[in-house]
């Protein structure tokens, strides 16, 4: 997990509030991800960005933002238009460019539980 | 579209007994293929990787998998099981063209018995 950090660990959150996930990186990397992981489901991409101030919708991205705004950051904002927000999610990063090591890197998750 | 085939929801093994991890794939262009590791509420840890190269690639804590182009697989194996290799395990690619973020697989949960 090192080099990425996320916050928090456990967020419960009430129906209809919005709330934020925090994913920080030490490892100079390019490109961030957000995944969403359910049981028997794998990992499904919410969010990237391959680069400061832009980032791409995933396969999952309704009822989601993100933000770019720093090359060490990518919050990932939950809204209340998310149905079914109770997952574990994971930030990843990857440096970017020729020559460059292709590995994604993963932080330790936050686990997001709706009450 | 890309996607990644992972057969085996579970597989048992013995400890001290030869280990395969089930995993095909479908993308386009030349594949990058991973396997990571994952203990109970944890993040994804890296295990290896196949960008080019030799077939067989060598990872970490003896892991090691073999890619095959023909078959468009990329099992994950280990000569000798350990208790603590015990763990949910996934597959993931992505082409060497457009969009770099990965494909998983739906996870193999390895249970090694004492």
């Known amino acids: 997990d090192g080099g990425i950090t996320q916050s928090p660990k456990y967020l419960f959150r009430k129906e209809g509030q919005n709330v934020t996930l925090s994913c920080e990186q030490n490892?100079?990397?390019?490109?961030m991800y957000w995944y969403r992981q359910d049981p028997g489901q794998g990992l499904r991409l919410i969010y990237y960005?391959?680069?400061?101030?832009?980032?791409q919708k995933g396969d999952i991205a309704e009822g989601y933002s993100v933000s770019r705004e720093k090359k060490e950051s990518f919050p990932l904002t939950v809204t209340s238009a998310q149905k079914n927000p109770t997952a574990f999610y994971l930030c990843a990063s990857t440096a970017s460019g020729r020559g460059t090591d292709n590995t994604q890197y993963f932080g330790p998750g936050t686990r997001l539980t709706v009450l | 579209a890309q996607s990644v085939a992972q057969p085996e929801d579970q597989v048992n093994v013995a400890e001290g007994n030869p280990l395969t991890v089930k995993c095909t794939y479908s993308v386009s262009g030349n594949p990058y293929l991973f396997w990571y590791v994952q203990y109970p509420n944890r993040g994804l840890q890296f295990l290896l990787k196949?960008?080019?190269?030799?077939?067989l690639v060598k990872g970490s804590y003896g892991f090691e998998a073999e890619f095959n182009k023909s078959q468009t697989s990329f099992h994950l194996k280990k000569p000798s099981a350990l208790v603590s290799d015990s763990a949910l395990y996934f597959c993931a690619v992505r082409g060497d063209t457009g969009r770099r973020a990965l494909t998983f697989g739906s996870g193999t949960r390895l249970q090694v018995q004492p």
């Open positions: 196949y960008i080019t190269g030799d077939n």
């Open positions: 960005s391959q680069i400061v101030n832009d980032f």
């Open positions: 490892l100079n990397h390019d490109a």
